[in-house]
């Protein structure tokens, strides 16, 4: 093809391909997605601007290592079928990984495409090129099922049907073990499906994955509270032979401040998951209610603030702040969530700390009240610490309140469980490269592991427990 | 799965359902409560166990309806299924040998106190329930009381059955008998709870209560179920469902309740027409 003949400097030239995305003004009033996806020919031209460098830091950066010069050269040569085949050795969850990970802070970080054009920002688009490859492959009909080897009469149960839980169910069931996945909740997919809204990630994909799963042989099973309907022991009673919990994250935190209990207050994963799980932006259709909101403040900064303000914007709100106590570059989530935000309007607080929360006769909260803060020297975190500026303080009406400043660790599994080591936070203590537990059998990863984390780095971890269980169903070493 | 064993209303408003689970059956403890859904659109209820059999694997709910949900799951019928059923969950009430233990049962509470009765006099304690309700038909599981107690006082507001006044009037005649009583538990709405607590704070008896709070997932994860405690928050479906009476700011408790009061009536008259 005449793309291969290009020298780098012609392949530096081409501009990078933008996803067409839904109107600001529209989107605010529907759950779609928000980016369209490329085009077939976007695609290949994207393609096009990686280098195809020997030292290759795209592959380096990804938690899951994906063959990322290998499927952009196929998606070049419009093999995209083989493209999808060389994502999926590593990576069995490309449609989710495409729309949610950080790509700029991994795979697109090192490249030197970016590099030469000074800016992270024109790095070779991998997750767009990653996203297309999943989306056409779904596109096609049922994706091939990958080969699963002879039956090894080995089972594995697997606590969790989150990102990490389905990556090790994947990558254990293709060496021929038996699997079964025990979920909680009555829907799989953990966070996927509770967590992260609609138009940032579309149910359907997620369910799609899981099919696919259960065609390869996993079994999932739902309503199932591992730790009180069977504890870890009675799982090796049952049979099993190894466990991997990923329970995910736990208990959510609040600030801590006077008013968290008054009506109208949220965690963000309650506001979520009303939203997402129990569909209550339908609401009376369904019959979950949630807060019915003019005016809602969001504390917090992260990915989880920004899908919660925007799921309220969705949800009928006039007004959405969002506070957080340091400045906008210091913000953890995603420069694209936090850009999205801001186009549908969330209205940004920044530098300002909420001190209390101030409620009605009723029990309502009715304003917030925040203090100016200004940003001192660096905190272990290397971030500059935020400093409340003396009588600074102010009040805001707000009749809902979402609290998305993370989360502690669930005790289901340790409290029922005393030979399962945790640290002084509560999360499970898991080697790092094999993800064993201080109890034979037991390997941990995701959130419960990590503490709050992403998708990738959850499936990460996944990846390494999934290689370490095969590996120790293969010689009982522990 | 979760198929519908038996299913009776034994009073107006107020319905006794046997499900088949032999899993819960086989592990929940007394003090313990499910989370169910009964449609594809359906939300997430919590309900205390008031019987269970490890043997037979059932599990029995008693159940008052207040809105739809409760609605709708009261027009299932034997041979039915439960769409999703997942328990047990909350931490067991502690059942040890203390004395002299009264029960305190409110309305549709007295289902959950069931259990918690029976394992106390299992363990050996001298119980005696009290059970309490607005009229004659809202009083329940009168001859299951009676199994698991060695005496029952029955209160009713209107005095249609009974004794004619509340429970604490009860609670206050035994103490006026003489009677030690070395723990209450209470279970009922917040607000006969509350006025439990008062009194028996005022005779310095430990009094443990069982809170039915809004939850979505019931495994720690949302937070929607929690309630102030000696000051600090606790979340109802992982530290609970029981806490020290003396320490629950009920009013707070009562508010939270109401949270979603207009959605309520609005999802039930659109249900009902």
């Not at chain 1, 169910?169 to 009555?186: I, K, M, N, S, Y």
């Not at chain 1, 300002?352 to 940003?375: A, F």
């Not at chain 2, 289902?111 to 029976?118: L, R």
Request: aromatic content about 6%; charged content about 25%.
């Amino acid at each position: 093809m005449e793309e291969k003949k290009l020298t780098p400097k012609e392949r530096l030239q081409i501009p990078t391909q933008e996803m067409g995305e839904q109107d600001p003004k529209e989107r605010i009033h529907n759950l779609k997605e928000v980016p369209f996806g490329y085009t077939p020919e976007q695609a290949k031209l994207e393609a096009t601007r990686c280098l195809q460098c020997k030292t290759a830091p795209c592959v380096a950066g990804c938690p899951v290592e994906i063959d990322i010069p290998t499927f952009l050269n196929q998606i070049c040569e419009g093999d995209f079928k083989g493209a999808a085949k060389t994502i999926k050795i590593t990576n069995i969850l490309p449609a989710i990984c495409g729309r949610v990970c950080p790509q700029e802070e991994q795979c697109q970080l090192g490249c030197i495409v970016g590099k030469s054009l000074k800016t992270v920002d024109k790095a070779v688009q991998i997750g767009k090129l990653e996203r297309f490859i999943a989306d056409w492959e779904m596109e096609q009909g049922a994706a091939d099922t990958p080969e699963i080897k002879a039956a090894t009469g080995k089972r594995v149960a697997i606590v969790g049907s989150g990102p990490a839980g389905l990556t090790v169910a994947a990558d254990v069931r293709r060496e021929g073990h038996e699997v079964t996945v025990f979920e909680a909740l009555h829907k799989p997919g953990g966070v996927l499906i509770y967590g992260i809204p609609e138009f940032r990630l579309p149910k359907a994909i997620v369910m799609t994955e899981v099919e696919n799963l259960e065609n390869m042989g996993v079994e999932m099973k739902y309503n199932m509270v591992i730790g009180n309907i069977h504890s870890l022991d009675e799982l090796f009673e049952q049979g099993y032979d190894a466990i991997f919990v990923a329970t995910g994250a736990g208990l959510p935190m609040f600030m801590r401040i006077e008013g968290e209990n008054l009506n109208g207050v949220y965690s963000a994963n309650e506001y979520l998951t009303r939203a997402n799980l129990m569909k209550a932006y339908s609401f009376p259709e369904t019959d979950t209610p949630i807060a019915r909101s003019k005016n809602v403040a969001v504390f917090g900064g992260g990915n989880v603030a920004m899908d919660s303000a925007r799921t309220a914007l969705r949800l009928g709100a006039e007004n959405v702040y969002l506070v957080y106590r340091r400045s906008r570059i210091e913000m953890p989530a995603r420069v694209e969530e936090v850009h999205h935000a801001d186009e549908e309007g969330v209205q940004f607080l920044l530098l300002q700390n909420p001190v209390r929360l101030i409620g009605d006769e009723d029990g309502w909260v009715k304003q917030m009240e925040c203090i100016k803060m200004e940003l001192g020297e660096p905190d272990d975190s290397g971030r500059r610490r935020p400093m409340p500026i003396k009588d600074s303080e102010f009040r805001v009406d707000i009749d809902t309140c979402i609290v998305a400043i993370g989360n502690s660790s669930n005790p289901l599994i340790p409290d029922s469980t005393p030979d399962l080591e945790t640290n002084r936070w509560g999360n499970i203590i898991a080697d790092d490269q094999t993800m064993k537990t201080s109890k034979k059998g037991v390997f941990a990863g995701g959130d419960i592991v990590l503490g709050a984390a992403t998708v990738i780095l959850a499936m990460g971890q996944g990846r390494l427990a999934a290689a370490a269980i095969n590996e120790y169903l293969k010689n009982g070493e522990w | 799965m979760n198929r519908i064993l038996e299913k009776e209303f034994i009073s107006d408003q107020v319905f006794r359902m046997r499900v088949e689970a032999p899993a819960i059956a086989a592990k929940r403890k007394a003090g313990q409560f499910i989370i169910l859904r009964t449609s594809e659109d359906g939300e997430r209820i919590p309900l205390t166990i008031a019987d269970a059999s490890a043997e037979e694997g059932w599990l029995e709910l008693v159940v008052q309806v207040v809105g739809k949900t409760t609605k709708e799951m009261s027009m299932l019928e034997e041979g039915g299924s439960i769409l999703d059923l997942a328990g047990p969950l909350g931490r067991p009430t502690h059942i040890e040998k203390v004395g002299t233990v009264v029960i305190v049962g409110g309305g549709v509470g007295i289902a959950p106190a069931h259990p918690i009765a029976q394992a106390m006099k299992n363990a050996g304690n001298s119980v005696i329930s009290i059970l309490g309700g607005r009229s004659r038909g809202l009083v329940i599981m009168e001859e299951q009381m009676k199994a698991a107690s060695d005496r029952v006082m029955i209160t009713t507001d209107d005095g249609s059955y009974g004794q004619k006044g509340l429970v604490t009037d009860a609670i206050q005649k035994l103490i006026d008998e003489g009677l030690k009583i070395d723990l209450v538990v209470a279970v009922g709405p917040p607000i006969m709870m509350k006025f439990v607590c008062l009194l028996t704070k005022k005779y310095e008896i430990t009094t443990l209560v069982s809170l039915n709070t809004i939850m979505v997932d019931g495994t720690g994860m949302c937070g929607a179920c929690r309630v102030t405690v000696d000051n600090k928050t606790k979340f109802v479906c992982v530290d609970g469902p029981e806490f020290d009476g003396h320490c629950v700011d009920f009013d707070e408790m009562m508010k939270r309740q109401r949270m979603y009061e207009v959605q309520e009536k609005e999802s039930m008259d659109r249900f009902q027409s």
